[in-house]
């Protein structure tokens, strides 16, 4: 396992971080919740078994940060070789964060945060609530001159010009963000972080960056002899401003599949350049003249379609079978408020708003029905928020 510094923080964290949103639980019979328990410190031990040091949670995500705190003092680690990261959302007041400060602490069994994210920056309303003065900063800047928090970060799924305008306040150390090989929108914020010295984390790469754990058998050829999972984090590891990547893992045995990679974080090598022009190739050669590059020109949108998201996802479904993906985040849309903007594309009505805005020239009011068709499904709600 490699370690880098996590920007003008200057702790070292694992190149791998465990993200905890996987390991919480709802009600449970008293066999089920014993066993879901059990799972949860196999899977924290695991990840200390492999050289990870860094533990991401929030106090949204379910009882994890109970969880944490019930086996913490038997996990085999001093507390002050482990960095835990919680987040809190933006809340009205200074005396509110911290009062959600004192009680994750609490429910961790721990006197101090490594790093606090302000949680869900990704509105310029949710910027300004976060910022203002005798707000919740205030409380976190009052905690962390009492030592109870040690660095400040934010998290975020905003449009790329939220997290540019969060990171240019100086506030925050680190950011907290979407960014992979299948979805490069946020690539001017990765090079703003290592020009303001910050550190970077990226959210679940695995998972979000379109469920390579179970990966197509399309793309596993296109990757080969790297799996789905290895190219994307050799895609992230290779850029030095990347700093850890979030492993979502819900059971021990699923560290398995990231192992290998965890000790590469020199540049890409020519066979792994070769692998990503061959990811890029299939895409264009499979979508042709229909192929979106994500520009964002096409918004905004009068119906409050997320055009180059549906656009993305179709992009993945037809060049790599990635259906099951597009699925999955399509049926999002309507559901995810702030943290997934934007309705169904089954809204388009065909104004035409977009069109001239398009670069590439697409038929974009086809295309969206198109991909409706093509992954409309039941309702999909994010696990936490």
Same mark, same amino acid.
């Given at each position: 396992?490699?370690?880098?510094?996590?920007?003008?923080?200057?702790?070292?964290?694992?190149?791998?971080?465990?993200?905890?949103?996987?390991?919480?639980?709802?009600?449970?019979?008293?066999?089920?919740?014993?066993?879901?328990?059990?799972?949860?410190?196999?899977?924290?031990?695991?990840?200390?078994?492999?050289?990870?040091?860094?533990?991401?949670?929030?106090?949204?995500?379910?009882?994890?940060?109970?969880?944490?705190?019930?086996?913490?003092?038997?996990?085999?680690?001093?507390?002050?070789?482990?960095?835990?990261?919680?987040?809190?959302?933006?809340?009205?007041?200074?005396?509110e964060m911290r009062r959600y400060i004192d009680e994750s602490c609490q429910r961790m069994g721990i006197t101090y945060i490594d790093n606090l994210d302000i949680h869900g920056i990704n509105t310029?309303?949710?910027?300004?609530?976060?910022?203002?003065?005798?707000?919740?900063?205030?409380?976190?800047?009052?905690?962390?001159?009492?030592?109870?928090?040690?660095?400040?970060?934010?998290?975020?799924?905003?449009?790329?010009?939220?997290?540019?305008?969060?990171?240019?306040?100086?506030?925050?150390?680190?950011?907290?963000?979407?960014?992979?090989?299948?979805?490069?929108?946020?690539?001017?914020?990765?090079?703003?972080?290592?020009?303001?010295?910050?550190?970077?984390?990226?959210?679940?790469?695995?998972?979000?960056?379109?469920?390579?754990?179970?990966?197509?058998?399309?793309?596993?050829?296109?990757?080969?002899?790297?799996?789905?999972?290895?190219?994307?984090?050799?895609?992230?590891?290779?850029?030095?401003?990347?700093?850890?990547?979030?492993?979502?893992?819900?059971?021990?045995?699923?560290?398995?599949?990231?192992?290998?990679?965890?000790?590469?974080?020199?540049?890409?090598?020519?066979?792994?350049?070769?692998?990503?022009?061959?990811?890029?190739?299939?895409?264009? !050669? +499979?979508?042709?003249? %229909?192929? /979106?590059?994500? #520009?964002?020109?096409?918004? *905004?949108?009068?119906?409050? &379609?997320?055009?180059?998201?549906?656009?993305?996802?179709?992009?993945?479904?037809?060049?790599?079978?990635?259906?099951?993906?597009?699925?999955?985040?399509?049926?999002?849309?309507?559901?995810?408020?702030?943290?997934?903007?934007?309705? !169904? +594309?089954?809204?388009? %009505?065909? /104004?035409?708003? #977009?069109?001239?805005?398009? *670069?590439?020239?697409?038929? &974009?009011?086809?295309?969206?029905?198109?991909?409706?068709?093509?992954?409309?499904?039941?309702?999909?709600?994010?696990?936490?928020?």
């Open positions: 396992m490699q370690y880098r510094r996590f920007g003008r923080t200057n702790l070292k964290i694992s190149v791998l971080t465990f993200g905890a949103m996987r390991i919480p639980f709802g009600d449970l019979s008293p066999e089920e919740r014993k066993r879901a328990e059990e799972n949860a410190f196999l899977t924290m031990k695991r990840a200390l078994e492999v050289g990870v040091n860094h533990f991401e949670t929030a106090r949204g995500y379910g009882n994890s940060e109970h969880l944490i705190g019930m086996w913490l003092p038997h996990l085999p680690v001093r507390r002050e070789e482990l960095i835990i990261t919680t987040k809190i959302a933006p809340t009205q007041s200074a005396d310029y309303e949710l910027l300004e609530l976060s910022v203002r003065k005798g707000g919740c900063l205030d409380g976190i800047r009052q905690a962390m001159k009492e030592g109870i928090v040690r660095h400040l970060g934010f998290s975020t799924h905003a449009p790329l010009e939220v997290i540019l305008d969060t990171m240019r306040t100086g506030e925050f150390e680190s950011v907290n963000l979407h960014y992979y090989y299948f979805n490069q929108r946020n690539y001017p914020a990765i090079r703003l972080a290592e020009e303001l010295d910050m550190g970077v984390l990226i959210i679940s790469p695995t998972d979000k960056g379109g469920q390579l754990h179970i990966a197509p058998e399309k793309l596993r050829q296109v990757t080969a002899p790297y799996t789905p999972i290895e190219i994307n984090q050799r895609f992230l590891l290779s850029d030095p401003a990347v700093t850890t990547l979030t492993v979502g893992a819900g059971k021990p045995e699923e560290w398995d599949a990231h192992l290998r990679m965890a000790d590469r974080v020199e540049p890409l090598t020519p066979e792994e350049q070769a692998i990503l022009q061959r990811m890029d190739m299939t895409m264009k !050669q +499979a979508l042709g003249d %229909t192929y /979106c590059s994500y #520009c964002f020109e096409c918004l *905004p949108c009068p119906e409050d &379609i997320h055009i180059p998201e549906v656009l993305r996802l179709r992009n993945m479904a037809k060049a790599f079978d990635m259906v099951e993906f597009g699925k999955f985040r399509y049926n999002l849309f309507g559901n995810g408020g702030h943290w997934f903007p934007g309705v !169904q +594309a089954d809204a388009c %009505t065909d /104004c035409g708003d #977009c069109l001239p805005r398009c *670069p590439l020239k697409l038929n &974009i009011p086809a295309l969206l029905r198109e991909t409706h068709e093509m992954l409309t499904g039941a309702p999909v709600k994010r696990l936490w928020r």
